[in-house]
């Protein structure tokens, strides 16, 4: 491996090819050739079809739904960029899956997302360049760089601009305990109060609303979260604002459009207005309502691997 790659490409696995298209064209690059199909038996095949010999290889691949063949997409690729001697190979990766399972809750449990880390590294990733983990202590699993961007970098200006600073009629609120570090990230930039929903989980994906802690009467409210799966949590956090705690009014933001399950369905039917998501996670046809707001962060990918590159500082795109 070389310090510094002689070119960059950029290349795109099929999680998401629209956003890799946008990365290189603002970069002024032609998307690299490579074709990732399946095998009659559903392995998955991988020709690249260009020299890589001494480049700086970006492989652009969000592990989403299906999260295994795209895991494994993204795994094959980085070994075979390896193998044609690339100069250094970063995984890209706008979505980490596997995240969630970050440490052992109960017996016998496994770190799924320590092997993920280990396998990535294991194929012959030099680095690793992400959004929004779902616990940034995730960085410590890898023994290579990992650049970890921050989807309030997106999200904080949009909302800047549709509420202003100050405003004495928004409240930030945390869905649980676990997302009240990115709420406060809000609350410190817009310079506005927080609230904190305090909620008992009784099972994997299924969750209860317990109390509000804060102040929301007659506020407009901004749920914030790092992403939306299944979508209990917010909608029932929604629910609780509007009944027990008396908002004005619900919008929800979060980095990952995970939608899985009845996600479509509850948000639907909840009591949200708006839903601003981040397009690190394609969105298919049937998820595409009228309540959902994509924000872009090609952009801010853009300028990340422009840095990682030209051997620049990453965390100056934060300030």
């Given amino acids: 491996m070389i310090p510094h790659g002689t070119s960059i490409k950029i290349f795109a696995g099929n999680s998401n090819p629209a956003l890799a298209l946008q990365i290189a064209s603002s970069l002024g690059l032609e998307l690299g050739k490579a074709v990732v199909t399946k ?45 044609a001697s690339a100069g250094r190979i970063t995984a890209v990766m706008p979505y980490f899956g ?55 970098s997106v999200l904080i200006p949009y909302f800047a601009d549709k509420y202003g600073m100050g405003n004495e009629d928004v409240v930030v609120v945390a869905p649980d305990l676990g997302s009240v570090g990115r709420a406060r990230k809000f609350t410190e930039r817009l310079d506005l109060p927080l609230a904190i929903i305090d909620k008992r989980r009784q099972r994997a994906n299924v969750s209860e609303v317990m109390n509000i802690i804060g102040d929301v009467r007659g506020k407009q409210v901004i749920l914030v979260d790092d992403m939306i799966d299944t979508a209990g949590t917010l909608c029932n956090a929604a629910a609780a604002l509007m009944d027990l705690g008396g908002a004005k009014s619900v919008v929800a933001c979060a980095t990952h ?63």
């Avoid at 399972?101 to 449990?109: G, I, L």
């Avoid at 993920?116 to 990733?125: H, K, P, R, T």
């Avoid at 699993?141 to 989807?151: K, M, S, T």
């Avoid at 009845?262 to 948000?267: K, S, T, V």
């Fill in 257 to 319: 459009a995970v939608l899985s399950g009845p996600a479509i369905e509850r948000l639907e039917n909840s009591v949200i207005s708006e839903v601003y998501l981040l397009d690190t996670v394609p969105l298919s046809a049937g998820k595409k309502i009228d309540k959902i707001k994509l924000l872009p962060v090609a952009n801010m990918f853009t300028e990340a691997i422009r840095r990682i590159y030209e051997e620049v500082s990453v965390s100056e795109i934060f300030a």
């Fill in 98 to 152: 596997y995240a969630r399972q970050d440490r052992k809750t109960k017996a016998r449990d496994p770190i799924s997302a320590k092997l993920v880390a280990d396998l990535i590294e294991a194929a012959g990733a030099d680095r690793v360049l992400t959004m929004d983990l779902h616990a940034s202590q995730l960085q410590g699993f890898f023994n290579i760089p990992v650049d970890n961007l921050l989807g309030t």
């Fill in 39 to 83: 095998f009659s038996d559903g392995e998955i095949s991988v020709s690249i079809n260009e020299t890589v010999r001494g480049a700086d290889v970006f492989v652009v691949q969000s592990t989403c739904n299906p999260v295994n063949d795209n895991l494994m997409e993204m795994l094959i690729m980085i070994d075979a960029f390896r193998r």
